[in-house]
């Protein structure tokens, strides 16, 4: 069980951030926000993949300008992501829910002063963004690199700076395209100060190794209960993204709004067409809600093992399947039945991935005693 970190609760349009809300996953638009036929199109799409909150560059007018008509269309919070024009934040903030700013390139204090009372004025949350790439002079003199240290004393520093004008509306992300610094760094900073943190690797790349390197980073912060938004930097269509971080939190427990689907390699031992198999299942459940672990393996070796772990549980026999439900085996179906069967399971279940069918008593409270028993059965048919 992963005990979460405690942090303040930060209020970001109609949700909230830290504290005792789940964790938040966020993306960005990769198109110029001034398209607004782009722009509109992505938007749209992420919420469709659930993403809970957009972020936009707002690096000039134009993008300032396009502004309240994205956030008309817009269903969940919209965050102006601003750099080195401190005029393009004090416009965003008369439209968006949260900022982001670069300490590092804003513009100094005074210019930083101004945004931070222009959000405490209109309740808008701030995100300090620090980052590897952009950090200020005084700390790359100072450490000779932009290490964790550095970058957490770059962070606490403006912490503490926009606390002395009395805000507090603020979350702080500590990135860095290398994961051991990124990981680092916020471990650091998570000993030091309770404001929610925005989990990324940044610049992480594209395609399956932008992917490894973010869940491999944000995976060894979720582990020790740091993190409070993430978002998962990947070069292409952002709407890619948003299932990686979920994903994230499901494997790791801490957020599971579909099934989860456990499946064998398959080996020499295999009985049945375990790829076919999986592939004909994620099909069939696209869609569904349930968030129940479903385990499909190819054969006795773990199996039954498997399906006592599961909530609903196949293993491969010679053409056959044996269904498990918590562990207790409930139908033996011919393989080309079998998918028809998870289908058809899944309906005893509900939103919350309880069991609603007729023998829910039974299963919730001896299924898994139950299990021992009937695995035994399942092995001696299949070895007789
Ligand atoms: S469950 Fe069976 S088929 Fe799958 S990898 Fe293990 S031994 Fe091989």
Redesign the pocket.
């Given at each position: 069980m992963i005990e979460r970190r405690k942090t303040r609760e930060v209020r970001i349009g109609n949700i909230g951030v830290g504290g005792s809300q789940d964790i938040r996953v966020q993306s960005m638009t990769s198109c110029h926000t001034w398209d607004l036929e782009k722009t509109l199109d992505q938007v749209r799409r992420l919420e469709a993949a659930e993403c809970e909150m957009i972020r936009v560059t707002v690096n000039d007018k134009n993008a300032l300008e396009a502004l309240p008509e994205i956030k008309k269309h817009m269903s969940v919070p919209l965050i102006a992501d601003i750099h080195f024009n401190y005029r393009m934040a004090l416009g965003a903030v008369e439209v968006a829910d949260k900022i982001r700013v670069n300490p590092g390139n804003i513009g100094g204090y005074d210019r930083l002063k101004e945004v931070v009372n222009k959000c405490k004025d209109k309740g808008v949350a701030m995100r300090i963004g620090v980052n590897a790439g952009s950090l200020e002079k005084e700390f790359l003199d100072k450490y000779g690199w932009p290490t964790p240290e550095a970058m957490v004393e770059s962070a606490l520093r403006h912490v503490e700076y926009c606390e002395g004008l009395g805000y507090k509306d603020m979350v702080v992300s500590l990135k860095s395209s290398d994961v051991q610094t990124a990981v680092k760094s916020c471990q650091l900073f998570s000993k030091q100060c309770d404001y929610p943190i925005h989990l990324g690797i940044t610049e992480a790349g594209k395609g399956n190794y932008a992917m490894v390197k973010s869940s491999v980073g944000i995976g060894a912060l979720l582990l020790q209960g740091i993190g409070d938004t993430i978002r998962c930097s990947m070069v292409g269509d952002p709407v890619q993204e948003v299932p990686v971080i979920w994903d994230m939190l499901k494997c790791l427990g801490i957020r599971i709004r579909d099934p989860e689907i456990v499946a064998?390699?398959?080996?020499g031992?295999?009985e049945i067409d375990l790829d076919k198999l999986i592939t004909d299942v994620e099909t069939r459940l696209k869609g569904v809600k349930t968030p129940v672990k479903i385990s499909v393996?190819?054969?006795v070796?773990?199996?039954p093992g498997e399906a006592r772990e599961a909530d609903i549980g196949v293993a491969g026999g010679k053409g056959v399947g044996y269904l498990y439900r918590r562990g207790v085996q409930v139908r033996r179906v011919n393989e080309s039945e079998i998918v028809d069967a998870v289908v058809d399971e899944l309906k005893n279940w509900d939103a919350n991935g309880n069991f609603i069918g007729e023998d829910a008593g039974e299963s919730h409270h001896s299924g898994k005693s139950q299990a021992a028993k009937k695995q035994e059965g399942l092995f001696s048919i299949l070895n007789g």
């Open positions: 064998c390699p398959s080996c031992r295999i393996l190819g054969c070796v773990n199996g």
